[in-house]
């Protein structure tokens, strides 16, 4: 008889007569009962008794050990306790953890099968816990990961969301990061309220980096003084990395803002930026040649990216926000650098930011220059993405100053810059500051990320003159806790033409999207009190105290983004045609938005949160809810008739893939192929971004290989002064061959220098510029539908 052979005098009740029991395994289920050595076989002897052969099971820490039934039991006890706190219903008592281990036993011999593995026993189990009615119990207690063929595929780049981020390279980490990626997502979609997943995963709403949703905030933009004052704690704590003290010099300086956003990343799921870049960099610059500065503008550049540290072994996904000069409201302002606030206290002299202007205006050239020159092949640089702001403070020249320093450059020269890269590369975004809704002057303000926007003010900031005054520590730090978008089109489909109807189903969709945020804050407060996000909670020394400092995200303030997908398609559905095509359909548009705009402000005084209504940049998101339109048989002739993209093709491949070329056009935007003039365009976005405070862009795509600078700035100058839009890029196709490394204006199949096919085409995906090869089919599918303009089109 094999050693493992029991006796017992029944097999439903053998563990519980006291037999003699094995050494448990102390982990999962997979962990325990992995494929099993020998088949099962139950024989009865001659005195009645039954004798069990139940095989050894196999561990994951490489051990053997004899089934028990017990494992199962004590596994429910211990799972199913996460309904009670992600679900609020009550765990499994223990008499029934016993009556569905029993069945799982009772199943499993009556299997008669070879091999048993650990899924398996997990699935039996969930399979009993549903037919039993327990769907709360079941979803804690499954599993998640991936089919071992899937996995393969990740590894070999396909598969699982390949095309799902542009900004991920071609390497082992990206593979592993998907893997993990599709675990979290399955573990958040089974753990979140049922009703909240079915919306997202039947397309009503789209919770916006599923796989960090429980772990991490969405994204932020810093505050360099803080760190220019306490130093870098790279891990939040000083436990695990070295702690810096504040950098003494310029290229420490340099080198703690590259790492503090890499850093950062470990923390956030989005974005990270700098506001006010220049300025607070300034003081390091005090005295130094121009070609000095150039230089500590380019090790910034290059680090910034070279390295691929951030999740997926991608780069880090950052902005800085330059202005030409100092900005009036920060002349008066103690500097904040070297580890001391220049007031005139703690043994410092009183320094103003005012007083480096000349290093603000350098440190801008040198910017421009750096990207200018581009990479060693002459590839403009992704990241950092430079946010250039157009201020009412640099729309006149300071002509004293200017007088006293005929070396340096004027603000006027320096805008012209900008230009010439946005003529070069298509690189610079433009935040325009100019609208009086932009507040320039009475806050801060800054675009983040691929178009979200964030300001702080008197009026909504308790503590902004302290923060201004770095007192205690108090700073700025502006970000989101979380994006959430939704189906606009869905919500014109179910409508049935009833503009009532529209407007409750869309603030239906904000209800839901409300659930998503207090679950997100419920989620995440024990992590934040367990220590699970120690950079943005960090409390570095004070390097004047010797105390804890200021925290370095309040996290209270950040914001909740409700984004907007195809409100063009939502309008040409209800009224039959597209924003562009008639008056009707541009003003619901407007009222709906409104609408959104109005009732998001009740939402934030009725949960004390604050809702900002945004443009999503939806580099998946258009695909991902009109494919699943597409796919709900209700939908799919109502789709047909809105969507965009390559529809026949989509309706022939879906039953092969879900990676179609359609899409819902972007936010409150034209279509991107709409064969409309580029000042009918304008005008009609123009209109949505005092609407859309939470951040919109406006798309202007080149088709010149090499448009006119000076023409750029004119027309550029000409949009700030005299429209609504806060934020614009011109975007120049470009490509590069990979052979002989030639840069070449517009989208190549070919190299002109050297004949290879071996082509990697760039152009701007949502927000940033990337390579084309890594974007989805329906980006793809929007490169090609882009309707482009040249300078004539400028005037």
């Avoid at 000095?292 to 926000?321: K, P």
């Avoid at 009183?350 to 750096?370: I, P, S």
């Avoid at 403070?393 to 890269?421: K, S």
């Avoid at 279509?671 to 202007?700: K, Q, T």
Wanted: proline fraction near 4%.
């Amino acid at each position: 008889m094999q050693s493992d052979t029991k006796i017992i005098e029944d097999p439903d009740k053998g563990f519980e007569k006291g037999a003699v029991q094995p050494a448990r395994d102390k982990g999962s289920l997979e962990a325990s009962m992995m494929p099993l050595t020998e088949p099962q076989s139950l024989q009865q002897t001659l005195d009645g008794q039954f004798i069990s052969t139940m095989p050894k099971v196999r561990t994951t820490d490489g051990h053997m050990v004899q089934w028990d039934r017990n494992i199962v039991v004590n596994q429910l006890l211990k799972e199913t306790t996460l309904s009670e706190w992600y679900h609020n219903i009550s765990s499994i008592s223990k008499d029934e953890a016993h009556d569905v281990a029993k069945e799982t036993e009772k199943r499993i011999r009556g299997m008669n099968i070879k091999f048993l593995s650990g899924p398996l026993i997990r699935e039996l189990v969930n399979m009993i816990l549903l037919e039993r009615g327990h769907l709360e119990w079941r979803n804690v207690s499954t599993r998640v990961g991936s089919p071992v063929f899937d996995a393969c595929e990740i590894d070999q780049g396909s598969g699982f969301e390949a095309n799902e981020n542009a900004n991920l390279q071609e390497n082992a980490e990206t593979a592993h990061k998907k893997k993990a990626d599709k675990i979290s997502k399955e573990q958040y979609l089974l753990l979140l309220p049922p009703k909240i997943a079915d919306l997202h995963l039947n397309g009503d709403l789209h919770i916006h980096d599923l796989e960090y949703f429980g772990t991490r905030a969405f994204c932020q933009d810093w505050d360099l003084r803080y760190f220019f004052y306490y130093g870098l704690m790279p891990d939040g704590s000083g436990a695990k990395a070295s702690v810096a003290g504040p950098a003494m010099k310029a290229e420490v300086a340099m080198l703690h803002a590259v790492k503090a956003l890499g850093s950062a990343q470990t923390n956030f799921a989005g974005g990270q930026g700098f506001y006010n870049f220049l300025t607070f960099c300034a003081p390091f610059f005090e005295g130094k040649p121009y070609k000095e500065i150039e230089q500590l503008m380019q090790m910034f550049v290059y680090e910034m990216t070279q390295m691929m540290v951030a999740r997926g072994g991608q780069l880090v996904f950052s902005s800085v926000q330059l202005s030409p000069g100092v900005p009036k409201m920060w002349r008066d302002k103690p500097v904040v650098y070297r580890g001391r606030v220049w007031d005139g206290t703690n043994g410092t002299e009183k320094r103003v930011y005012g007083d480096y202007e000349r290093e603000v205006r350098l440190g801008f050239k040198a910017m421009m220059n750096v990207m200018l020159e581009g990479d060693y092949w002459g590839k403009p640089f992704n990241f950092p993405k430079p946010e250039i702001s157009i201020e009412p403070d640099f729309m006149e020249e300071d002509e004293m100053f200017n007088r006293a320093n005929p070396e340096l450059p004027t603000y006027d020269e320096l805008y012209t810059m900008t230009f010439e890269l946005t003529a070069k590369y298509g690189t610079p975004y433009f935040d325009n500051q100019l609208p009086e809704y932009r507040g320039a002057g009475e806050g801060i303000s800054c675009y983040q990320c691929c178009a979200y926007q964030f300001s702080a003010n008197a009026d909504s900031d308790s503590e902004f003159d302290e923060k201004m005054y770095f007192n205690e520590g108090k700073h700025f730090s502006m970000g989101s806790w979380q994006v959430i978008s939704l189906n606009c089109p869905r919500a014109a489909y179910l409508a049935e033409n009833d503009d009532e109807k529209l407007f409750s189903h869309l603030k239906h969709l904000m209800d839901e999207a409300m659930e998503v945020f207090q679950t997100k804050v419920k989620w995440l407060k024990p992590i934040i009190e367990n220590g699970r996000m120690p950079f943005a909670t960090q409390q570095p020394k004070d390097p004047v105290t010797g105390k804890k400092g200021a925290i370095a995200v309040d996290i209270d303030s950040l914001v909740f983004t409700i984004g907007v997908i195809g409100i063009n398609e939502m309008v040409q559905y209800h009224t039959g045609s597209q924003m562009h095509e008639s008056r009707d359909a541009f003003k619901l548009a407007i009222r709906a938005m409104t609408e959104m705009d109005i009732y998001g402000k009740e939402l934030s005084r009725k949960f004390g949160m604050e809702i900002a209504l945004a443009r999503t940049p939806a580099e998946t998101t258009g695909q991902r809810f009109s494919v699943s339109d597409l796919l709900h048989e209700e939908f799919r002739d109502k789709v047909i008739s809105v969507v965009k993209g390559d529809v026949k093709a989509a309706v022939e491949g879906i039953k092969n893939t879900h990676d179609l070329p359609i899409y819902y056009t972007n936010g409150t935007h034209v279509p991107p192929g709409a064969d409309v003039s580029l000042v009918d365009r304008i005008n009609i976005e123009h209109v949505f971004f005092p609407i859309v405070d939470g951040g919109d862009i406006m798309h202007i795509w080149m088709g010149e290989g090499s448009p006119d600078a000076k023409g750029l700035k004119d027309f550029a100058m000409n949009l700030a002064r005299n429209t609504q839009l806060g934020y614009f890029a011109f975007t120049k196709d470009m490509s590069v061959c990979m052979d002989d490394f030639h840069m070449m204006a517009g989208l190549k199949d070919a190299c002109e220098n050297c004949g290879s096919d071996n082509i990697e085409q760039l152009s701007r995906v949502t927000g940033y510029i990337q390579a084309v090869g890594g974007w989805n089919a329906a980006k793809k599918q929007e490169l090609e539908d882009r309707k482009r303009y040249n300078s004539a089109d400028m005037v």
